[in-house]
């Protein structure tokens, strides 16, 4: 008798996905290709055990209507259930998958008390880079979380599963990228982490994967694209995608290898303060002869207080290696720089003046901060500030270059998305610290000292 087959892997990619052992698998990259009927029959492998408890979750609850709608197909076949308040399915062995999204700390805490044997994440670069990990690695607070209620029964025998969809793109781009060590070309990739001693994999799909859409009308749509969102939504390509802010940046045009500023340089800094969240300043040098500014140097950090970030600080400006004529010194002339505006707010840190902001009480061991630009456009000035370095003069190469020391910065430069209520400015949901430290570096307001450095003085 022939088998009554309800879904089958489409290619060998979604194979390849399914039968991974990996405790943290994602298939990802162009549209088409068929990550979300994979991950829905993911979920099921496991339905036959009375113990399996998965959930799959989006970003907000009216983005799973869609995969709500795609799981009917296979699991009414299956004799499961669908309840519609709960959203859940319950099968007749008596497990359960469940639909629901993160939108906030209280959809997250709702799972606090649940165990989960599978959890899925659709479309995972959608969850914006809002903490960091114990190694100060950036990472979706929700996501992190859930790794928490992934356990099951001593004896249920089942797989503790965490799966995941991305197409490049989205607000956690970056973090998404990170974790899952995706090469700008996007090839699949597997590795065990460090810490948990857990593989992770990762596996590239694109609609050439798919013989149901593989030379339709929706392929051929996606091949008359705009060359970015072809790379993304056709090529499965990370280094460019739909909604990038910096579009024209370019690891080859605008980055290079850590030297020795010449004396006759400006230089200054620009960052963006946080405790809870990393703080980062960048040190930034202007080339005047050719226009260019170069990002010399990076701090990013999180959890300083306001007198451990000013001793990096200085200690950071001392270090900075300078050439005069064909020496090599240590910087020693004092150096300024802008901070976010909200650095300076009296929050009670300070002594009985009441210059209690973070800024002042660096400022008074040294630091010369001044703030931002605050007002109506200006991070709209911001953004347009980076737009107009980044384009390229007649030697090929950007008027930014960033030193390749500076990670933080070219590793979110490029995930950087637009608002979507704001098409000019950035989605604030984006891990955007390095980056606002750029843009304060770059529309700071010049004073000139008329400082010079002489050889032998």
Same mark, same amino acid.
């Given at each position: 008798m022939k088998p009554n087959v /309800? !879904? +089958?892997?489409?290619?060998?990619?979604?194979?390849?996905?399914? *039968?991974?052992?990996?405790?943290?698998?994602?298939?990802?990259?162009?549209?088409?290709s068929g990550k979300t009927s994979a991950l829905i029959s993911a979920a099921a492998l496991q339905s036959a055990n009375p113990a399996h408890r998965a959930v799959i979750f989006r970003r907000d609850y009216p983005s799973l209507k869609h995969i709500i709608s795609a799981s009917y197909q296979l699991f009414l076949p299956l004799r499961a259930s669908y309840n519609k308040s709960e959203h859940t399915w319950r099968f007749p062995s008596g497990s359960t998958i469940e639909f629901a999204h993160l939108e906030d700390e209280t959809a997250m805490y709702q799972h606090a008390g649940k165990e989960y044997s599978f959890e899925g994440f659709d479309e995972l670069t959608q969850l914006p880079g809002d903490a960091v990990d114990s190694r100060g690695q950036p990472i979706n607070s929700a996501f992190s979380f859930m790794q928490s209620r992934l356990r099951a029964a001593k004896g249920s025998n089942l797989r503790l599963e965490v799966r995941c969809t991305a197409t490049p793109g989205g607000p956690g781009m970056g973090w998404v990228k990170n974790y899952? =060590?995706?090469?700008?070309?996007?090839?699949?990739?597997?590795?065990? #982490?460090?810490?948990?001693?857990?593989?992770?994999?990762?596996?590239?799909?694109?609609?050439?994967?798919?013989?149901?859409?593989?030379?339709?009308?929706?392929?051929? +749509? @996606?091949?008359?694209?705009?060359?970015? +969102?072809?790379?993304? /939504? @056709?090529?499965? #390509? !990370?280094?460019?995608?739909?909604? +990038?802010?910096?579009?024209?940046?370019?690891?080859? =045009?605008?980055?290079?290898?850590?030297?020795?500023?010449?004396?006759?340089w400006d230089l200054w800094r620009g960052a963006d303060d946080g405790y809870a969240a990393p703080a980062c300043v960048l040190w930034l040098?202007?080339?005047?002869?050719?226009?260019?500014?170069?990002?010399?140097?990076?701090?990013?950090?999180?959890? /300083?207080?306001?007198?451990?970030? *000013?001793?990096a600080v200085l200690e950071m400006d001392r270090s900075i290696p300078i050439k005069i004529g064909d020496e090599i010194i240590?910087?020693?002339?004092? @150096? #300024?720089?802008? &901070? $976010?505006?909200?650095?300076?707010? $009296?929050?009670? @840190?300070?002594?009985?003046?009441?210059?209690?902001?973070?800024?002042?009480? &660096?400022?008074?061991?040294?630091? =010369?901060w001044r703030p931002s630009a605050k007002g109506a456009g200006s991070r709209v000035q911001g953004v347009s500030a980076v737009h107009q370095r980044l384009a390229l003069k007649s030697d090929g190469y950007g008027g930014l270059i960033i030193c390749r020391n500076a990670r933080n910065l070219i590793r979110t430069l490029p995930a950087m998305v637009y608002d979507r209520t704001n098409p000019e400015d950035i989605d604030p949901s984006c891990e955007e610290h390095a980056v606002k430290a750029l843009m304060y570096g770059l529309t700071r307001r010049v004073r000139w000292c008329g400082v010079v450095k002489v050889k032998g003085l």
């Open positions: /309800l !879904w +089958q892997p489409n290619s060998d990619v979604q194979r390849a996905f399914l *039968a991974c052992s990996a405790r943290t698998a994602m298939i990802g990259g162009g549209a088409g899952f =060590r995706i090469g700008d070309s996007g090839e699949s990739s597997e590795f065990v #982490d460090e810490v948990t001693g857990f593989r992770r994999a990762y596996f590239k799909s694109t609609v050439e994967d798919n013989p149901a859409l593989s030379g339709t009308d929706y392929h051929r +749509q @996606l091949l008359d694209l705009p060359e970015a +969102q072809k790379k993304a /939504l @056709l090529h499965g #390509d !990370w280094s460019s995608y739909v909604g +990038q802010v910096f579009s024209s940046y370019s690891y080859a =045009r605008h980055t290079c290898e850590p030297f020795a500023i010449p004396a006759t040098a202007l080339d005047k002869i050719h226009d260019r500014i170069f990002v010399v140097q990076e701090l990013y950090q999180r959890g /300083l207080t306001p007198e451990e970030m *000013a001793r240590e910087n020693d002339v004092p @150096l #300024d720089g802008t &901070m $976010d505006s909200a650095s300076f707010a $009296d929050i009670g @840190l300070g002594d009985e003046s009441g210059r209690g902001g973070r800024a002042e009480i &660096m400022n008074r061991l040294g630091c =010369r």
